[in-house]
C-alpha cells in the first residue's frame, strides 16, 4: 500500500513539475516576443520630462513631479527597466504603484503591459498547481500559516523540499520567512505576495550574493568616517562581529523596520542597491549612539539593535538615504 501511495505522490510530482516547466515555457515566450519589440524613442517628450524635473525640484514641488514622472514611465507601451530602476534609485515610489514597479524590476512580469495579464494568469496556475501537490503529500493543509505555504511552494520549485516536516529549518528558510512575513503585510493577494517573494529572495542570493557578504566590512569603513569614537566603543565591547548582520542584510531589515519604512528601504534594494543596507545600518547606529555608548557589552548591545524603538524610523530611512547618496552618489539618468 505505500509504495502504491508513493508511486501515487511520484506521478502527481512528476505531472506538475512537467506543467510547471510547460507554463515556465510560456513566460518565457511572452518576455521573448516582447524584447523583440523595438520602442519609439522621442527625444522631445524626454527634453521635456528632464527640464519639468529640474523646474519642479527648484521651485519646491518635487513630489508632485515625481509621481506625474513616474506616470508617464508607467504609460508607455514597454516599460523601460533602466528608467524604472533609475527612478527607483532617486526617489520614493509611490505607495500605489510599488507593487507595480516590482513586479517589472524582479521579472514577474515582463515590460509590456499587453502581456501582463497572460503572464499573471500564468504565475496563478502554476502557484495553484504545485499548492494542490503540497496538499496531496500532505505538506500544506487548512491550517498551514501563509508564509509556511509560501516557504513549501518555494522550496518544492526550487528543488529544497526536505524529504518530510521533521526536517529542521534551514538559516535560508528563516530569511525567506521573514521576508514573506513583512510582504504579507504590504500586499493583499496572496499569489502576488508569494511571487514578490520569491522573485525578490531569488534576486538576493544571484544579484547580491558575493555584495551582501561583503556588507559587514563596509559598515566599518563607514562607521569610521561618520563616527570613529562610536565604532571604537563597539570594538572595545567586542561587539561588531556581533552585530544583528543576518537581521540587517540577509533579511534586509525585515523584522527591524515597520512596513512604511521597510518599503522605501526595499524600493532601492529591488532597483539594484543593496548597499543601501548599510547606510541604514549606519545610521540606525548613529540615532542610538548614546544608548549604545551606555550598554557595555555585546551582548546588550546586539539585544538592543534587534529591537530598537519604532517612532522615528521613517526619520532614519530619509537620513540613510541622504548618507547614501552623499558617499555614492544620485544616479543622472533622466526620468
Known amino acids: 500500500m505505500s509504495m502504491v501511495h508513493n508511486w501515487t505522490v511520484l506521478q502527481i510530482l512528476f505531472l506538475v513539475v512537467l506543467r510547471w516547466y510547460m507554463i515556465y515555457l510560456s513566460i518565457n515566450s511572452v518576455f521573448g516576443l516582447n524584447l523583440k519589440h523595438r520602442r519609439k524613442q522621442i527625444m522631445a517628450d524626454d527634453s521635456q520630462r528632464n527640464f519639468r524635473s529640474v523646474y519642479y525640484e527648484k521651485v519646491g514641488f518635487r513630489g508632485v513631479e515625481e509621481k506625474k514622472s513616474l506616470e508617464i514611465l508607467l504609460k508607455d507601451d514597454r ?16 505607495s500605489m504603484y510599488r507593487i507595480l514597479v516590482w513586479k517589472v524590476l524582479l521579472g514577474i512580469i515582463p515590460p509590456h503591459h499587453e502581456s501582463h495579464a497572460l503572464v499573471m494568469k500564468y504565475r496563478k496556475e502554476q502557484y495553484w498547481d504545485i499548492h494542490h501537490a503540497l496538499r496531496v503529500i500532505r505538506f500544506i493543509n487548512d491550517s498551514t500559516p501563509q508564509v509556511d505555504v509560501f516557504l513549501r511552494i518555494h522550496q518544492l520549485e526550487s528543488g529544497k523540499l526536505p524529504r518530510n516536516l521533521a526536517f529542521p529549518v534551514e538559516p535560508e528558510d528563516e530569511v525567506f520567512l521573514a521576508i514573506a512575513k513583512a510582504m504579507e503585510e504590504m500586499v493583499e493577494d496572496p499569489i502576488e505576495c508569494y511571487w514578490l517573494v520569491s522573485c525578490f529572495v531569488n534576486q538576493l542570493n544571484s544579484k547580491h550574493k558575493d555584495s551582501l557578504q561583503q556588507l559587514p566590512k563596509i559598515l566599518e569603513q563607514y562607521l569610521n568616517i561618520e563616527d570613529n569614537r562610536l565604532l571604537m566603543h563597539l570594538k572595545a565591547c567586542a561587539a561588531m562581529s556581533k552585530l544583528p548582520y543576518d537581521l ?37 547606529l548613529l540615532t542610538f549612539k548614546m544608548k549604545i555608548i551606555a550598554l557595555n557589552t555585546a551582548e546588550k548591545i546586539t539585544q538592543f539593535l534587534e529591537n530598537i524603538p519604532q517612532d522615528n524610523t521613517d526619520a532614519i530611512v530619509s537620513k540613510a538615504v541622504d548618507l547614501w547618496r552623499t558617499h555614492c552618489g544620485t544616479p543622472a539618468h533622466s526620468v
Do not use: M, Y
Open 248 to 284: 540587517w542584510f540577509k533579511k534586509c531589515f525585515a523584522g527591524c523596520l515597520p512596513e512604511c519604512s521597510l518599503q522605501r528601504v526595499w524600493d532601492k534594494v529591488i532597483s539594484g542597491s543593496c548597499k543601501i543596507l548599510v547606510f541604514v545600518a549606519v545610521e540606525i
Open 79 to 94: 516599460l523601460d527597466i533602466e528608467k524604472l530602476c533609475t527612478f527607483s534609485q532617486r526617489f520614493p515610489l509611490p
